[in-house]
């Protein structure tokens, strides 16, 4: 059975920054399309950011320039550093991969002075 399981979010002040980790029991994880999403209150979840088995990766235009993703797939885990943080980055981010398993529980990632 799948399970991803997120962490590394907490409280941060606006301009901070915080890595967050995404552990994937995937057995393809080395060949699938890795993305971390987050979702706001009230609102929908969204893609922010994607990489794929070779490296290639893209953003939402809301975070480029301050987030980056990457990924160990010795280790099945995909990274997100979150630099220069605003309080729209407010919100519960989750992985997951392009075939889409279920949802981990995320990771709370809050944005306030």
């Known amino acids: 059975q799948v399970q991803l399981v997120e962490s590394g979010g907490g409280l941060v002040q606006p301009g901070g920054s915080l890595r967050l980790s995404c552990a994937a029991s995937?057995?393809?994880?080395?060949?699938?399309?890795m993305g971390w999403y987050r979702q706001a209150p009230g609102k929908q979840r969204e893609l922010v950011a994607g990489?794929?088995?070779?490296?290639?990766?893209n953003y939402a235009n809301s975070v480029k320039g301050r987030f980056t993703i990457s990924r160990d797939n010795a280790k099945n885990t995909v990274y997100l550093q979150m630099n220069s943080l605003k309080p729209e980055d407010t919100a519960v981010y989750y992985c997951n991969s392009n075939k889409l398993y279920s949802w981990g529980q995320g990771t709370q990632v809050t944005v306030s002075s």
């Open positions: 995937i057995r393809s994880f080395s060949v699938d399309i």
């Open positions: 990489i794929t088995s070779r490296g290639s990766t």
